[in-house]
Every structure is written in structure tokens, then in C-alpha cells.
């Protein structure tokens, strides 16, 4: 009796540790199963996704003369804000107001989204890191107008479930870019519009100090002070270094 017991005991346990085993979840192995992705609306916004998390870069859907979406149809967990030039700041308040989103920005623009009535902020400064759920964002530098008093225009360099993009907002080129480039980045989004920012040739020369893996060019042909032909730019840096650069229609997604 007793080793009939102890034979069901062993079996039981052997039964329950197996099925145990099948159940338990795998993590990395979900978390590596489910796909990033990057969409472009034009300018200099993107909305990453991972699941159910999303985040947003420069929500400027109001005005946005590629009008790809709404600012309605924006759903997102964070929202981040390089500068308060309205090509940038654009809809972040409504958004965060109707969604609840982490604003994150420098402490100049989420004190003034504060004042707007936002409540859920996370201020920073350039030179700063942060790991949030999705990851880690770092600003960085960036050479250009801040849009508010007191201010400094930024980039981020961010890790989004292990994908590590290079957002350089709104700049001129400069050769701390090179630091930045130690991150060994996945992707650089890098203004080539001119006037306002980098045009290709000096983007092209940011792209020898960052050597990220690849390059997607931003804000340009959104008016007529920044109209550009990305082929142009494509053919410049893939000539001069094997670096690739997609260019994205507005509208358009990516896995990275
Ligand atoms: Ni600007
Ligand atoms: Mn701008």
C-alpha cells in the first residue's frame, strides 16, 4: 500500500512538474516573438509600437501637410517632444489630455504643458537617461531654437525593446554626434531639410559620426523652405559609406 502511495506521489509530481513546465510563460521568448515597429506621418513624427505598448515622437498631425492621420486617431502610452516649435509640440497636449500618455520632454516644456493641464509628465535634461517600461531614453543635444522660454531644443536617443534609434529632433550638425554614435545604433532619423535644420550634405556628414546600421531622413517637402529630393541624399550616403537609407513615405511602417 504504502509504495503504491509513493508510486502515485512520484507520478503526480512528475505529471504536475511537467505540465507546470508547459505552462510556465517564456518571456524572452515571447518578448522576441512579438514584432517593433516604426510608422512615419511625415515631418518629423513617428509613432513605435511593440505590442500594446506605442509611442510617439513630435505629434504634429494638426497642420501637418501630409495629413496621414488625425490627432483623434492617436493612441499611445508616451509621448515625446524634442522642442515647442509647433512642427514638433503640435498635438502632444491634446493627446496626452484625451489618452493619459507620459509626456516626456525638457522641464521647460512639460512645465508649460502643466500649465495646459497635462498631469502625467516626465521631465528631463539633456545629457540625462531614464529607463521607463519600453527601455531607456537619453536626450541629447541638439542646435536649435528650444520654442520656449529658458529652453534647450533636444534629441533622444532611445532603446525601445531593445531597438536603439537615434531622434535628432531639430539640429544643425555638430561633432559631439560622434559620442552619440557609441550607442551602437540601430537606426538614425536625421533632419535634411535645410534652412531650418541639416541639409543632406552636412546630414550626410552626421551619418559618418553616428554609424548607425541604418538611416531614415526626416523633416523635409513639408514647405517650400525644405523641399528635397531623398534619392539625392540616399545616393550621397550609401556612396560614401555602406550604411543604407530608407526613405519612408508618409503613412508607411517598418519592422525593425
Ligand atoms: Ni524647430
Ligand atoms: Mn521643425
Not at 30 to 49: D, I
Not at 134 to 152: D, L, P
Not at 171 to 187: C, E, H, R, S, V
Not at 216 to 224: F, L, S
Amino acid at each position: 500500500m504504502l509504495k503504491k502511495l509513493a508510486l502515485f506521489a512520484v507520478v503526480l509530481c512528475l505529471t504536475l512538474g511537467v505540465s507546470l513546465a508547459q505552462a510556465a510563460p517564456d518571456p524572452l521568448f515571447n518578448w522576441a516573438k512579438t514584432p517593433t515597429t516604426l510608422t512615419f506621418y511625415g515631418q518629423s513624427t513617428f509613432v513605435l509600437t511593440h505590442g500594446e505598448t506605442r509611442l510617439i515622437i513630435d505629434p504634429w498631425l494638426t497642420g501637418n501637410p501630409w495629413k496621414v492621420a488625425s490627432a483623434d486617431d492617436i493612441d499611445v502610452q508616451y509621448i515625446l517632444v524634442s522642442h515647442a516649435h509647433g512642427d514638433h509640440i503640435g498635438d502632444a497636449a491634446g493627446i496626452a489630455k484625451r489618452t493619459g500618455a507620459k509626456v516626456i520632454s525638457t522641464s521647460e516644456i512639460t512645465r508649460m504643458l502643466a500649465g495646459q493641464g497635462v498631469t502625467n509628465l516626465h521631465p528631463m535634461s539633456i545629457g540625462g537617461k531614464w529607463n521607463f517600461e519600453f527601455g531607456w531614453v537619453k536626450m541629447t543635444n541638439a542646435i536649435h531654437g528650444s520654442g520656449v522660454a529658458g529652453g534647450q531644443a533636444a534629441g533622444f536617443i532611445i532603446n525601445f525593446y531593445g531597438k536603439v534609434i537615434y531622434f535628432a529632433g531639430d539640429t544643425a550638425l555638430f561633432g559631439d554626434m560622434a559620442y552619440i554614435g557609441k550607442a551602437n545604433l540601430d537606426y538614425a532619423l536625421l533632419p535634411i531639410g535645410d534652412n531650418y535644420t541639416m541639409g543632406p550634405e552636412d546630414a550626410t556628414e552626421a551619418v559618418g559620426l553616428l554609424k548607425p546600421k541604418k538611416v531614415i531622413p526626416i523633416h523635409y517637402n513639408t514647405n517650400p523652405l525644405t523641399k528635397q529630393n531623398p534619392q539625392d541624399f540616399k545616393k550621397m550616403v550609401e556612396s560614401r559609406y555602406n550604411i543604407p537609407v530608407l526613405i519612408m513615405n508618409p503613412g508607411a511602417s517598418i519592422t525593425l
